[in-house]
């Protein structure tokens, strides 16, 4: 039972350079690939950063601080009370507050990676590891 498993789908570098010989013999030259696979990984970058969950949680964040903040400067006197004498929204709010500005601050001074394309041995002028 020392069965090795092999994987039923062709590598992630066989794909591609499966993909790239389809746009070749489609009449695609060697830079009109490299262009177009510039293209995409520009655009998933950027949509990369745009959807990085620091930003959607810290603006969340913001936001509700902001109201429950809010709430808690104009808390009177009998809803203050309820709560043993802690104005519990203002505090709230300040801590939420305090908990987005981390998370805008730590993607300002963080900013997610760009990814850095690998290209097939076919591109460098190398020849495949065998197996390939």
Known sequence: MSEQFE??????????????ERLRRAGWSEADVQREVTELEEKSATAARIFDLRRIIGGLFVVYGVIVTIAGITDSDAEID?????????????????LGIFFLAWL???PAAPVT????????????????
């Open 117 to 132: 394309p690998t290209l097939p041995p076919e591109a460098l002028g190398e020849k495949p590891p065998p197996g390939e």
């Open 108 to 110: 300002k001074l963080r």
């Open 7 to 20: 994987p039923s789908e062709p590598s992630e570098s066989a794909k591609r350079a499966e993909a790239a």
């Open 82 to 98: 309820k709560a043993q004498g802690i104005n519990i929204n203002l505090w709230t709010g300040l801590a939420m507050l305090a």
